[in-house]
T-cell receptor
Framework: QKEVEQDPGPLSVPEGAIVSLNCTYSNSAFQYFMWYRQYSRKGPELLMY????GNKEDGRFTAQVDKSSKYISLFIRDSQPSDSATYLC??????????FGTGTSLTVIP | NAGVMQNPRHLVRRRGQEARLRCSPM?????VYWYRQLPEEGLKFMVYLQKENIIDESGMPKERFSAEFPKEGPSILRIQQVVRGDSAAYFC?????????????FGDGTRLSIL
């Protein structure tokens, strides 16, 4: 079983829609959770960083962590064509290794 | 540009040659990480370094691959006697000194192609 599971998509939504991206994980020791956005031919760009369970909001982005279910989500409100990218979840525990999902490809159609 | 700088952006090598990938971390960052990304496989951790020290190389292949982060200059990922299977995008990330698990900031990668 992979440490982190992420549906690769692709996901296609109309402009203005609410997007929900999700990851599940198996290691209950994970405490730090991140979402990255990666445009084609570019490096991952940090979007959200959370510790333990709960919600965190930043503009149109909301990150949720449910440690009891080992499930994390990223919501994008009022999605824009510029949000079209691959979204990667990442997480770590007490050690220094980060574990990444394979990424979900998102296209927002104008 | 205060971001993580990687060069070259693209590198082409023939089988058996050596590949050297360079990474300059963000200003003020002292932790460097190398990852390999293959299509549909996500980012795979290779090695974690601090200045002059390899902290964790559990993701590095045992042969042909090495990494360093000298006191002066960029971090180097070196691949000797490259094979076709080494073709991938290699990303470097950095994080500031202090507690572990701080978010990592990535460069735009080096795309290595083996002929």
């Amino acid at each position: 079983q992979k440490e982190v599971e992420q549906d690769p998509g692709p996901l296609s939504v109309p402009e203005g829609a609410i997007v929900s991206l999700n990851c599940t994980y198996s290691n209950s020791a994970f405490q730090y959770f991140m979402w990255y956005r990666q445009y084609s031919r570019k490096g991952p760009e940090l979007l959200m960083y959370t510790y333990s369970s709960g919600n965190k909001e930043d503009g149109r982005f909301t990150a949720q962590v449910d440690k009891s279910s080992k499930y994390i989500s990223l919501f994008i409100r009022d999605s824009q064509p510029s949000d079209s990218a691959t979204y990667l979840c990442a997480m770590s525990g007490a050690g220094n290794q980060f574990y990444f999902g394979t990424g979900t490809s998102l296209t927002v159609i104008p | 540009n205060a971001g993580v700088m990687q060069n070259p952006r693209h590198l082409v090598r023939r089988r058996g040659q050596e590949a050297r990938l360079r990474c300059s971390p963000m200003k003020g960052h002292s932790h460097v990480y190398w990852y390999r990304q293959l299509p549909e496989e996500g980012l795979k951790f290779m090695v974690y370094l601090q200045k002059e020290n390899i902290i964790d190389e559990s993701g590095m292949p045992k042969e042909r691959f090495s990494a360093e982060f000298p006191k002066e200059g960029p971090s180097i990922l070196r691949i000797q006697q490259v094979v076709r299977g080494d073709s991938a995008a290699y990303f470097c990330a950095s994080s500031p000194p202090g507690p572990q698990n701080q978010p990592q900031h990535f460069g735009d990668g080096t795309r290595l192609s083996i002929l």
